[in-house]
């Protein structure tokens, strides 16, 4: 059909009335994707599986996320169901956002998911801290770094647990073999050197099925003498997305 306003005005005009905008479908459309996110319209970045008792998060998805992570866009992660028949599962995928003492409206659920405190699960519940900071916050470190110290725990009731992995720039800096267990928690210390972000990956399958992301959560930043994060790979990746868009 004919499009009569770009995504971007319409996210525009969703926040300027206050409302919450997320980018769907990760990691697609593409199209204008990339550049409403560069734009800063974006409060918010959702992860889809079709059916999550028969997948996972999709790994491409978390990829693209871990992209504009890179770049400094500190973008929560939330989760959809993308129900278009009876196939799918309603709430299979969900978003758990922390709202600490704030009242349970929908007005404060929006503003706490904008900070940024967020898991998606397919299952499996998560936490993280880093140096005692949840997701969506950002930790300082002086111009030479240091090691910051990361406190996780995952509980999950039904989807057996296979690893739970510590991942710092987009990489694993460590993984902890749960062996199908229900639950498990434990600390990791990480150097820092130069400025990045820390995130919690699970992984784990309903069907058995080796390397699956059954759950992660939204990300620290850790900033070193205030430098910005850049990755020239990325950035040069998001504008091919954009020029192709274009």
């Known amino acids: 059909d004919a499009q009569e306003l770009s995504m971007a005005e319409w996210a525009q005009r969703c926040a300027d009335q206050g ?63 993308d129900k278009m028949a009876a196939a799918a599962q309603l709430g299979g995928v969900r978003t758990y956002t922390q709202m600490g003492d704030a009242e349970f409206t929908y007005e404060n659920w929006m503003s706490a998911t904008k900070a940024g405190n967020t898991f998606v699960t397919v299952g499996p519940l998560a936490e993280m801290t880093v140096e005692g900071q949840s997701p969506g916050s950002k930790v300082e470190l002086s111009v030479s770094g240091g090691t910051v110290n990361v406190t996780w725990k995952v509980e999950s009731v039904s989807l057996p647990i296979d690893q739970v992995e510590v991942v710092v720039g987009g990489l694993v800096h460590e993984q902890v073999n749960v062996n199908k267990g229900l639950s498990a928690s434990g600390t990791s210390e990480v150097k820092v050197e130069d400025s990045t972000w820390i995130g919690l990956r699970v992984r784990g399958s309903y069907q058995g099925k080796h390397g699956e992301i059954a759950a992660h959560t939204s990300v620290v930043q850790v900033l070193v003498a205030g430098k910005p994060l850049y990755s020239q790979n990325d950035a040069t990746a998001v504008l091919e997305q954009i020029e192709g868009a274009i």
Do not use: K
Request: charged letters at 10%; a negative charge; glycine letters at 12%.
């Open 19 to 81: 409302g919450l905008v997320v980018m769907p479908h990760g990691p697609n459309p593409q199209c204008e994707r990339a550049a409403d996110i560069v734009l800063g319209l974006i409060h918010a970045m959702e992860m889809m599986t079709f059916n999550p008792h028969h997948g996972q998060l999709n790994p491409y998805g978390i990829a693209d996320w871990y992209r504009y992570l890179n770049l400094g866009y500190h973008i929560p992660v939330v989760g959809g169901s």
